[in-house]
């Protein structure tokens, strides 16, 4: 049997990782959009600025034109950040194989739409058959070849299982699950309870307060999530609170570091014009506020953090408030479901 | 209305800073079982060996009569460590006021009875009403005033709150439940847990492994709870997520530092001789394991960790069977529910 020949859209540090990781069991090629950058990866079999030290193989093909990087691939696996996913497919999805199975490496909303990138990719390339790949996967942790484990999902079995034999090797076991809904939309927003969990530490808070957070915002995912037709048992999982684990204890999170960032005072923009890459709960946050707005799904710390970064408080304001909120609760004598939120 | 009188039976980490909390609230008196002890914080305001530098006010009253600290208290908050439990409060049992409530602060399971600190209060004090405290509640934070959230259980709802109002304060939210199994089996289970997570660490591997261990260990409780008649929510709340993340990412935990420890190689008798309290979870392993045999629920993790406290296994090849079992379940191919265990 030949390899299964991959090609990864996108050389940020997921992708690098990725096709760094594929390469040990498919024939991978890696799409980067700079010309300069496919010339240092070639060259030097790194990619510095995203992933460091971690040497790709030459088996990896370096290509900057879009169309030979997809052209028969058996696997397009997306790695561009969730505002380019769509622009990014539109301008190959003719020329993709029927066979072809496009995964999403990408957490987020597509920002006006407020939809899930596999249904973005879902109306840009309605032939293939697609799937998300997720759970706690820190990457700089992947390429140091750690223990770790994560999920393939896909509403198709048969897919899910072609995903996690792709993807899984002696360190990384993956599992699979069904429930895209759940899976996508616990990869999009824990990146956004991850922003307050930053503004937490950045007010000098401990262990107790992010606990107690973190068990809020991962109630506040379940219910959007179950509203929008997933499964509270995906929240429970790898995906929803594995991942939020990971985000959210990581010293590497970029959106963790975000909300620290935030408490010092200074702006968005600021911040953002700062880091090579944006924190994607940026982007998140509002497509999350409206999606809960247009389900009717109450989610105060998503809302808060959406506020502060839209500058409608500070961070120090925001912080207070959702402390304000737990004391509500309380007051409310709200027994036996309390704990819970 | 006069305040109320609580009596904190054991003057360990836990049970000094309640009193310093709770007399800003009532009116206390702290049990100390050495005398000499009871000297030092009458003498010196401090408990330097559990509680550091904390100052408890000169109002707390400092007492070793065991006796005298709980006669006609409205409220005996019992923080001595799970073995002791039963033993200390039949001493008293027959002094009790009828309509003073137990709190239970300790998490653990009585060794051969395999019952919760609640069950054992009341086989010994059938007459008074009693509750749990539980939740993300680092010692060491509370005593910073460090904003937390916990939990106040009782099957008596009006219980539930008048434990709610004794303990809660402008930094420490108190929410009530009603599931106390629930409760329980989280906080004596969680230290379990946290072990394994101390050897994960131990090994060198990083957060992504944590994260899914994390995720797996709750599920493994969460079986056990619901199986024992508890609810599955108390495990997603403050009582079961909030202190197992709390446990299992701080520095502080003596449950996770004993299973870094273990994977030194140092020997279980070599380890509990060098710290002056034992780690709960070492007692609560075997109880658990035999509680998840009686109840015939799988607990992969809780055994592997009772087996290396045993002796059975070194903490290596424990670490090692636990990331197998992993592959186990992927290669059993469990589609849809993979990825909660």
């Known amino acids: 049997m030949s390899m299964a020949v991959v090609a990864v859209v996108g050389a940020g540090s997921w992708g690098t990782a990725a096709s760094a990781m ?14 300069e950058l496919a010339t240092e990866l070639r060259a030097t079999g790194r990619n510095v600025a995203y992933t460091g ?12 034109d879009l169309s030979d990087a997809v052209e028969d691939a058996d696997f397009v696996v997306i790695a561009v950040p969730s505002h380019g996913l769509r622009g990014v ?6 020329i993709l194989a029927e066979r072809t199975i496009v995964v999403s490496l990408t957490k987020g909303l597509e920002q006006r739409s407020l939809l ?52 899984g090797n002696e360190f990384l076991r993956v599992y699979t699950n069904t429930d895209v809904i759940g899976a996508e939309i616990a990869g999009a927003l824990k990146n956004v309870i991850a922003i307050g969990m930053g503004m937490v530490d950045g007010l000098g808070f401990g262990v107790n307060a992010k606990s107690a957070l973190l ?7 379940t219910r959007l999530g179950v509203a929008l037709g997933g499964q509270a048992s ?10 939020l684990v990971a985000t959210c204890t990581s010293a590497h999170s970029r959106n963790r570091a975000f909300g620290e960032r935030l408490v010092g005072g ?28 247009r389900e009717g799904v109450d989610m105060p710390i998503v809302k808060v953090v959406a506020g502060v970064i839209a500058g409608e408080l500070t961070a120090r304001d925001g ?23």
Chains 1, 2 share one sequence.
Do not use: C, Y
């Open 22 to 35: 594929l390469s040990e069991n498919a024939a991978v090629r890696l799409w980067a959009r700079r010309p």
């Open 53 to 64: 030290e971690l040497m790709i193989s030459p088996a990896v093909e370096v290509i900057d």
């Open 89 to 94: 497919l539109a301008q190959v999805a003719d």
């Open 116 to 167: 899930r990138m596999t249904e973005v990719i879902e109306q840009v390339a309605p032939k293939q058959r697609r799937a998300a790949f997720t759970g706690p996967n820190l990457v700089h942790e992947l390429i140091e070849r750690l223990p770790a484990a994560s999920v393939a999902v896909s509403e198709d079995v048969a897919t899910a299982t072609a995903v996690q034999s792709l993807f």
């Open 215 to 221: 068990t809020r915002g991962l109630a506040e995912l």
């Open 234 to 243: 995906t929240f429970a999982g790898l995906a929803g609170l594995g991942d």
């Open 266 to 293: 200074r702006s968005v923009p600021d911040i953002v014009s700062s880091t090579t890459t944006v924190a994607e709960g940026v982007r998140t946050s509002s497509a999350a506020v409206a999606l809960a707005a």
């Open 319 to 341: 912080t207070r408030e959702l402390m304000r909120r737990e004391a509500g609760d309380e007051v409310a004598g709200v027994v036996g479901r309390s704990g819970t939120f």
